[in-house]
């Protein structure tokens, strides 16, 4: 199904913090996925992180709008995903569910329309939480809000309002979250058409301790197979990264983190791999 309208209430900011976030690990980290003659899709991590290692094995299989993802690891917990896309005219429809917790388990129902977006999760568990999100907007401009409601106690678990503007050459957010205690602004610029340099900058403040943070970074791909990234918050921590696609698909990720303000400290690194056919 094509996803249509100005997206989920989640979007509105993503560019930024993936930008941010996405891709830095400090851990050691090898996936290697593989497909079935079946059509059946297998993947397989494992993580070294310190001295303990852990385990996971995901397999994904697809039927038609049916999407069904079972995931096993090493301490015996069983996470399993069905998505069934169209199960109403312009919808997506996921119910989840870890196992042995049987009250981990969730519905949420997505609705795309071409001005607006909806999306609701209800717990399953007994007097679940209940979150509801909406989203309008056009022409690359969208506002939404979210809020979560707690059956239990009757009363709100958080609510958050947002501005979202999405241009070919720009993206901006203004955030309310926390219940209006945190305001978050954030902006990626691409430098180039083709976008091979990006800038991005990330500000938070809360209000209720004054608290300022904030973020800047890039993102500059060398060639088509090779990119850098790297961020600079307030307190000092510099962090960077080198991704590198081996084949299609198959991505190396070098990261590093230190601490501009203590040179003493050992600094962090990471190293993942992610091999697919």
């Known amino acids: ?19 941010l976030t996405r891709d830095y690990t400090y851990d050691q980290k090898l996936t290697i996925s593989t497909v079935s003659a079946s059509g059946v899709g ?10 303990l290692y852990t385990l996971d094995v995901s397999s994904v299989y697809k039927y038609k709008n049916t999407v069904v993802d079972i995931k096993v690891d090493t ?24 196992l042995p917790d049987y009250n981990s388990g969730k519905v949420e ?13 209800v717990g399953t568990k007994p007097s679940p939480v209940v979150e509801f999100s909406g989203t309008v907007g056009a022409q690359g401009i969208a506002f939404g809000a979210e809020a ?22 720009y993206h901006a ?16 610029y691409h430098l180039d058409e083709k976008q091979k340099a990006s800038a991005v ?14 973020t800047v970074g890039g993102l500059y791909k060398i060639d088509p197979q090779t990119a850098v990234k790297a961020r ?15 084949k299609p698909k198959s991505l190396l990720t070098i990261s590093g983190e230190f601490d501009t303000k203590a040179l003493d400290r050992a600094p962090k690194f990471g190293l993942a791999l992610a091999l697919k056919p």
């Open 1 to 19: 199904m094509a996803m249509k309208g100005p997206g989920l209430f989640s979007d509105i900011g993503k560019k930024a913090k993936d930008l």
């Open 75 to 98: 301490e015996s917990n069983i996470s399993t995903t069905l998505t069934v896309l169209d199960a109403l005219p312009s919808t997506k429809l996921v119910t989840s569910v870890k």
């Open 201 to 214: 900058a990330e500000l938070t403040r809360r209000l209720s301790t004054n608290e300022n943070t904030l």
């Open 148 to 169: 979560g409601y707690d059956t239990a106690t009757g009363k709100l678990t958080k609510y958050t309002a947002a501005i979202g503007v999405t241009k070919p050459d």
């Open 173 to 188: 957010a203004f955030i309310l979250a926390d219940k209006g205690d945190t305001i978050k602004v954030s902006g990626v």
């Open 232 to 246: 600079l918050n307030n307190t000092g921590t510099l962090a960077a990264l080198l991704q590198h696609e081996l």
């Open 109 to 121: 129902l997505h609705y795309f329309h071409e001005n607006a977006t909806f999306a609701s999760v």
């Open 42 to 51: 297998l993947t397989s991590t494992a993580v070294k992180k310190g001295g």
